[in-house]
């Protein structure tokens, strides 16, 4: 299995549609982020959790929610969400973010490709 | 803040010969690591290399090796022996000691023709 686990892989929603992405990691990291991949754009970092609380949130509209109830599961909650939010939109998790256990190394998921009609 | 450049786009390389990828990055920062990673098609994100700043030594792992010039601000990837399993994106990125986010650049597109 691997170590970081996203659902769905692709996702078609209307405007006005509500929808949720799902990011789990198994390798006991303390760390999530999400990423926001455009085509011809450097990857966007939109969130990010240490500890299951919220240590970055990069000027993301707020019709991205994001949610970590736990160390190995996150959610990117979507809604009212306009055609150029259309991207590939990637979860990843590190050991942590700071100290000892800091490496800077991701480990990411294979992504969740995102459609706004 | 930060930057990372790519400034190749798209690179295209035959099988069995060698390739350099390039990037520089801007940062006022003494102590932090580079990386490069892979992302092949409809694939996920893999690490492929990674470099500690205060280590003056080139990292390398197997065919893929860097060229670390710290005062440039220049970290570049050679792929020796290029494999058809090669053709991916590859993403330079940075990051700092500190628990700042990795800052990636634009990425490069490598083509392997057979």
């Known amino acids: 299995e691997t170590g970081v686990t996203q659902t769905p892989r692709h996702l078609v929603m209307g405007m006005t549609n509500k929808k949720s992405l799902k990011c789990e990691q198994h390798l006991g990291h303390n760390a999530m982020y999400w990423y926001k991949q455009s085509a011809k754009k450097p990857l966007e970092l939109m969130f990010v959790y240490s500890l299951e609380e919220r240590v970055e949130n990069n000027s993301v509209p707020s019709r991205f929610s994001p949610e970590c109830p736990n160390s190995s599961h996150l959610f990117l909650h979507l809604h009212t969400l306009q055609p150029e939010d259309s991207a590939l939109y990637l979860c990843?998790?590190?050991?942590?973010?700071?100290?000892?256990?800091?490496?800077?190394?991701?480990?990411f998921g294979e992504g969740s490709r995102l459609t706004v009609l | 803040a930060q930057t990372v450049t790519q400034s190749q786009p798209e690179m295209s390389v035959q099988e069995a010969e060698t390739v350099t990828l390039s990037c520089t990055y801007d940062t006022s920062e003494s102590d932090y690591y580079l990386f490069w990673y892979k992302q092949p098609p409809s694939r996920q994100m893999i690490l492929v290399i990674r470099q500690e700043a205060y280590k003056q030594q080139n990292a390398t792992e197997n065919r893929f090796s860097v060229n670390f010039q710290k005062a440039a601000k220049s970290f570049s990837l050679k792929i020796s022996d290029s494999q058809l399993g090669d053709a991916a994106m590859y993403f330079c990125a940075y990051s700092d000691n500190a628990g700042n986010m990795l800052t990636f650049g634009g990425g490069t597109r490598l083509m392997v023709k057979p």
């Open positions: 990843a998790s590190s050991l942590g973010l700071a100290g000892v256990r800091y490496t800077g190394e991701l480990f």
